[in-house]
């Protein structure tokens, strides 16, 4: 069981409950719209992110994939679609573990 980070996206709708059925047990959201979101730290329980990349700025992007290098968390770039988010999960090692 995964604590999963998503960055970007105002709102989450029916990706929540999906996440959750496959395997997360955990979901933080940020949305990434407040300039002051890159002073943010990734919390230590997190296991992998996902950055939204239609619905994120590049500065936010930039950093939160500074951060996740030096706390070696898997970042995924995803689209907010079930499809893309779906095939991240298929490829990360730490969600398909069950």
Partial sequence: MAN???VGADHL???TEKLL???VTNIIHMDGRKDNMTKRNIPSYVDVIFVM???IN???AKV???KA???EVPTYFVKRSW???FQAIQQCEVLTKK
Avoid: A, E, P
């Fill in 64 to 66: 939160i994939k500074q």
């Fill in 83 to 85: 499809c893309s988010i």
């Fill in 69 to 71: 290098k030096s706390q």
């Fill in 53 to 55: 990349t239609d619905y």
């Fill in 4 to 6: 999963l980070m998503i």
């Fill in 58 to 60: 590049h500065n936010l």
């Fill in 21 to 23: 059925n496959c395997g």
């Fill in 13 to 15: 709708g029916n990706i």
